[in-house]
Antibody
Framework: QEHLVESGGDLVTPGGSLRLSCAAS????????MSWVRQAPGKGLEWIAY????????NYADSVRGRFTVSRDNARNSLSLQMNDLTAEDTALYYC???????WGQGTLVTVSS | QAVLTQPSSLSASPGASASLTCTLR?????????IYWYQQKAGSPPQYLLR?????????GSGVPSRFSGSKDASANAGILVIAGLQSEDEADYYC?????????FGTGTKVSVL
């Protein structure tokens, strides 16, 4: 059975950095592209980062390009999101998702506040 | 103007059918896209329901009941999620999604109430 478990969410001050992780199990991680999707409190879904199955290609939403970096370690079945220069607008629940979002983790909460 | 626009809410009675629309912005032709649909119940992550491009290019999510189905209305430039035989457990937010210009774009979401 597939599992995606996010971690690393925290309270951080504006301008700070944070690294999120996602541990995958129950499927062949290296066969799938992965994405991060976030949801601000009471708001809708926003895709923010994509990485191809072998990690050779990544893409970002305009809202995070240049500040966030997605990476993966297929040997460890893990996905990461390095977030820099955080602002209050980055406050959200961050989900790790598989492929075209056919499976989701439970999310990890990032709060950016002074 | 959002790329994908959904009605903010929809109410229907148990047993009724509900049609949720996902209207693409003018200039973006619905016929060219796979439309993905997700259901998000309160306090839970979204779940994949299905994708629909045409009757020959569609996919039902694993374990998703057949009373959830997809279609398109080309005249309205919209993707449609039909929920037949509404049940109380169908109360949720529903989001559409497309891959457009190298980005995944979600719709604004529709809150479905079963009264």
């Amino acid at each position: 059975q597939e599992h995606l478990v996010e971690s690393g969410g925290d309270l951080v001050t504006p301008g700070g950095s944070l690294r999120l992780s996602c541990a995958a199990s129950g499927f062949t991680f290296s066969n799938y592209s992965m994405s991060w999707v976030r949801q601000a409190p009471g708001k809708g879904l926003e895709w923010i980062a994509y990485i191809s199955s072998r990690g050779l290609y990544s893409n970002y939403a305009d809202s995070v390009r240049g500040r966030f970096t997605v990476s993966r370690d297929n040997a460890r079945n893990s996905l990461s999101l390095q977030m820099n220069d955080l602002t209050a607008e980055d406050t959200a629940l961050y989900y790790c998702t598989r492929g075209t979002f056919d499976f989701w983790g439970q999310g990890t909460l990032v709060t950016v506040s002074s | 103007q959002a790329v994908l626009t959904q009605p903010s809410s929809l109410s229907a009675s148990p047993g009724a059918s509900a049609s949720l629309t996902c209207t693409l912005r003018s200039g973006i032709n619905v016929g060219s896209y796979r439309i993905y649909w997700y259901q998000q119940k309160a306090g839970s992550p979204p779940q994949y329901l299905l994708r629909y491009k045409s009757d020959s290019d569609k996919q039902q999510g694993s374990g998703v009941p057949s009373r959830f189905s997809g279609s398109k209305d080309a005249s309205a430039n919209a993707g449609i999620l039909v929920i037949a035989g509404l049940q109380s457990e169908d109360e949720a937010d529903y989001y559409c999604m497309i891959w457009h210009n190298s980005a995944y774009l979600f719709g604004t979401g529709t809150k479905v109430s079963v009264l």
